[in-house]
């Protein structure tokens, strides 16, 4: 799973594998710092949808109809907001990933979806 964040975005691209682990439940991945300090994020299947940051950890809570719905579909993204305190947006993008349309080296793409632009890049 990849995380990006930027601002009041946080967008987070899923693999094939990672889809279907969502599917069932959970998926969560981790970076390490110095110090034994981890940030963790994670997405599960709820209720409804919700955003926490708690002691290292982003958890994000999406409709467990929604997950299935996307997650056997062709569709990209699931597309959620909510507000904050300060009357601003925090912006959850959850998506599949994709194959690079360039070779990228050390970038293992073999559990990504085909690029649905891969066949116009052909000569």
Excluded at 19 to 31: F, P, Q
Excluded at 72 to 87: C, Q, T, Y
Aim: charged share 30%; net charge negative.
């Amino acid at each position: 799973m990849k995380l990006r964040i930027k601002g009041n975005t946080i967008r987070l691209r899923l693999t094939q594998t990672e889809v279907d682990k969502l599917s069932e439940g959970t998926v969560e991945d981790r970076t390490q710092f110095p110090g034994g300090q981890s940030l963790v994020y994670k997405i599960q299947t709820a209720v409804q949808f919700q955003v926490d940051f708690t002691n290292g950890t982003v958890l994000i809570s999406l409709p467990t109809n929604q997950i299935k719905d996307w997650a056997n579909s062709d569709k990209v993204e699931i597309a959620n907001s909510i507000e904050l305190e300060n009357n601003e947006q925090l912006e959850i993008s959850i998506e599949k990933d994709f194959k690079c349309l360039t070779e990228r080296p050390k970038e293992d793409e073999s559990d990504m979806y085909p690029n649905p632009l891969e066949k116009h890049s052909k000569c």
